[in-house]
């Protein structure tokens, strides 16, 4: 019988590769790579960086989640905004996919 792990993503090591500021965009640019058992969720990474930069996580817009088969090794790419209001105002909008464009 096999036993049910928690879903909790376990953690070994969390390094930033590469930080740098947009002005124009009030934001922060960070490249992180952690290793982790399996692939982290949005929420996950958002929490992630939240607790090593000391920022809300509402602040942040993950945007990419790189991983490579049979490695766990995870490379994410995010934005930190300075605000939530900054953050609503420079990212993209996500399109509504049950309305029809109109014809």
Do not use: W
């Amino acid at each position: 019988m096999q036993l049910k792990q928690d879903n909790h993503l376990k953690m070994e090591n969390i390094k930033i590769i590469e930080e740098k500021e947009n002005p124009l965009f009030s934001r922060k640019e960070i490249t992180l790579e952690i290793s982790a058992e399996i692939t982290p969720k949005r929420e996950d990474a958002e929490k992630i960086i939240s607790e090593k930069k000391s920022v809300l996580a509402e602040t942040i817009d993950i945007k990419k989640i790189f991983g490579k088969f049979g490695s766990k090794t995870f490379k994410i790419i995010a934005h930190i905004y300075s605000s939530k209001d900054e953050k609503e105002k420079n990212s993209p909008k996500k399109l509504d996919k049950s309305k029809k464009p109109k014809e």
